[in-house]
């Protein structure tokens, strides 16, 4: 016999209805890292725009730090935690393998009982979050969906690593994702590219870490620049043209432009090669907060909303691309 | 399209002069990039993907670490248009 299922039903469209940041209060100093590297505050200014990082204390663990963005985007949607039906968590950088994170602070929140897990998209990991929330909204999954990107980096990261040393640091960053009487959220274009897996990764896996010759040897991130700058300008400068496209927004309609904060000679050569118009706001949070992986598009979303750089209402393209390579783009309504 | 020493050094130049602000004339083919430019490893992938580009020339990674003078990039260039 064949019994007809009866599908979920939403709402017919979806926004981002507030968006909430953490920033650990330790300030890093490009001097302070150049206490490690041979190098300078002029050279990694020059080679990345970052002034300064933050680097999170103990007390200021993925958790800590979630539920503090997420609990300000709560406040910022109006939305209350008993209404949230899903927590997305993405970070690289919770350093236990299982449970997920999401369910924890879930349960801090007071979202009790919310379909709570991670997803592991390093830098595009929010903007898989929201396309997920999208969907999720508008199938009936969930009312209304807290989209958090997390990373504590500094743990993970090389002190004595030239190249990598500079760029990484901590943050949350949070959204919620509810119904909208009008779109509010556009297609997500997403993907990967696993063939170029290796140009930014961790060195060797925990296994092989804690086995390692000569005792235990911590598994830090390694990146080649050169080879992810090339792709992350020119191959996601098309991405992000598609997701343009796939909502039918042109750039001269363009009000934000908020790419992943990696670095800020890749969002200067987007910029010039998706020739965006002069009077589209570019975000630039990495000068202060230097590259928070998944956290960084929701903290320098909340950056330009609170020096009033965009407004309630605007549309804004974000991209988030990193480790995989893994990828997403969408157009939403601000906030 | 086969294009001349000439052409390239002076397209390059463009480029050079588009991307980091040297002057036209200082690009010459005895110039390092990196000592004589200030064309830094990430300039030089934006040089690299400009004369693709310009001259429809692929420049992979591994080969850009070879390019140390201009007159390195011209003869690439004009042996791969």
Not at chain 1, 13 to 20: E, I, K, P, Q, W
Not at chain 2, 50 to 66: L, M, S, W
Request: with cysteine; hydrophobic share 45%.
């Amino acid at each position: 016999m064949s019994a007809p299922i009866k599908p979920g039903s939403g709402s017919a469209y979806a926004r981002v209805l507030g968006f909430g940041g953490y920033r650990p209060a330790r300030v890093v100093t490009n001097e302070e890292i150049c206490q490690n590297i041979d190098s300078s505050d002029e050279w990694i200014q020059a080679r990345s725009g970052i002034v300064t990082r933050r680097w999170a204390n103990a007390e200021e663990t993925v958790r800590a730090m979630s539920v503090a963005a997420a609990g300000k985007a709560l406040a910022n949607a109006g939305v209350r935690a008993d209404q949230v039906g899903a927590v997305v968590v993405s970070t690289v950088s919770h350093l236990y393998q299982t449970p997920a994170i999401a369910t924890v602070i879930a349960e801090d929140l007071g979202a009790k009982g919310a379909a709570a897990f991670d997803i592991s998209a390093a830098c595009a990991g929010f903007c898989y979050g929201v396309g997920l929330a999208d969907g999720m909204v508008r199938t009936g999954s969930a009312d209304y969906v807290v989209v958090i990107g997390v990373e504590r980096l500094s743990d993970l990261t090389d002190p004595h690593d030239r190249s990598t040393a500079f760029i990484f640091a901590d943050g949350a960053g949070a959204a919620v994702v509810g119904p909208s009487d009008e779109p509010g959220i556009g297609p997500v274009v997403w993907g990967s590219d696993g063939t170029q897996a290796g140009l930014i990764t961790q060195e060797e896996s925990w296994h092989q870490a804690f086995y390692s010759d000569g005792g235990a040897q911590w598994p830090h991130l390694r990146m080649e620049g050169n080879p992810v700058f090339r792709w992350a300008v020119w191959e996601m400068a098309r991405v992000a043209q598609q997701a343009l496209d796939a909502a039918g927004v042109s750039t001269a309609d363009l009000d934000a432009f908020i790419p992943h904060q990696a670095n800020m000679r890749i969002t200067d050569a987007m910029v010039k090669a998706l020739k965006l118009p002069e009077h589209v706001r570019v975000a630039r949070d990495i000068a202060q907060q230097g590259n928070t992986s998944a956290a960084s598009v929701p903290l320098a979303i909340e950056r330009m909303q609170e020096t009033g750089e965009v407004k309630s209402g605007e549309t804004a393209l974000i991209i988030g691309f990193g480790a995989g390579l893994a990828y997403a783009a969408q157009v939403i309504k601000l906030p | 399209m086969a294009y001349s020493e000439q052409e390239i050094l002076s397209g390059l130049a463009e480029i050079v002069n588009e991307i980091v602000g040297v002057p036209t004339s200082d690009v010459q083919t005895d110039k390092s990039f990196t000592d004589d430019l200030d064309v830094d490893s990430l300039s030089m992938v934006e040089v690299a993907m400009a004369a693709q580009d310009k001259f429809g020339v692929t420049i992979p990674d591994e080969e850009i670490k070879n390019l140390k003078t201009v007159g390195d990039a011209v003869s690439f260039i004009a042996k791969n248009s």
